[in-house]
């Protein structure tokens, strides 16, 4: 149960921290050491406190704190979609013991579930959104998961030879849920995607279509990748496509 809000200064930053009765922060810190095994050391991010969603997925209550801080501090209707179809397609897509990474993947819902489902899972963001990140997957994994989730900065177009080399990063499947609206980023994940997605790899995009550049973006898409679209959400207007790299693309 959230008691009050704590406020305090670093190096004339403002941060805040959601306090529980007994000694949250000291939880998070546990929590996060014990679970969740990043590529550095944890510092707090600027965050403010906005609200609570709570879902039910693959039989488990999950938490979802978020934030106002970035696009990648709330949970967007791709996400939401993507988590129900996953659920919904464990036939189809068997995650258990499969190497996943998450692009963008803000609060986490998407690699919670992922986690809890069975998979091996990279979830990435920017720098920013990483400490509210790491915070919802281990604390809706904890107790839930066949393999403890990871969380690692993903620049789309950064470093990607540096950070996720091919030879060792070789994934099943990767997931990717609202990463397509007007910014400016869109060549930049477009060369990810194509990075990322080895020939054995599946990539499962879901996305609300809202602006034409979301749909030339598909078309796009659609020249590196063979793509199926593979469920419609009309009440959310998003739609979740499963992809593969063509096999002549360079
Ligand atoms: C619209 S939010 C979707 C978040 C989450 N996938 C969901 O559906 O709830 C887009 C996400 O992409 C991330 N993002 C935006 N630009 C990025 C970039 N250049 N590199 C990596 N991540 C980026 C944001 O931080 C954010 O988490």
Known sequence: MIKDLNCFFIAGKRYIILCKSNNFLVDIICDYKSSVKP??????????????????????????????????GIIWPGATALCHFLEDNQD????RNKKVLELGSGTG????????????????????VLGNLRF????????????????????WGEDLETNFPHSTCLFDYILAADVVYHHTFLEKLLLTLK?????????????????????????????????????????????????KCKKNVV
């Open 109 to 128: 819902l998407v690699s919670i579930v992922a986690c809890i489902l069975g998979a091996q899972v990279i979830a990435t963001d920017l720098p920013d």
């Open 195 to 243: 990075y990322l997605c080895q020939p054995d790899t599946t990539l499962i995009w879901s996305n609300k279509f809202r602006f034409n550049t979301d749909y030339d973006f598909l078309s796009q898409f659609k020249v590196t990748f063979d793509v199926e679209l593979q469920a419609e959400f009309a009440d959310l207007e998003v739609k979740i496509f499963k992809a």
């Open 39 to 72: 590529n550095k050391a944890w510092t707090p991010t600027v965050y403010s406190c906005f609200g609570k969603e709570q879902f039910w997925f693959a039989g488990h209550q999950i938490t979802i704190q978020e934030s106002i801080e970035s696009y990648g």
């Open 136 to 155: 919802n997957l281990s604390r809706n994994t904890q107790g839930k998961r066949l393999h403890d989730p990871q969380v690692k900065t993903l620049v």
């Open 92 to 95: 189809k897509i068997n995650l």
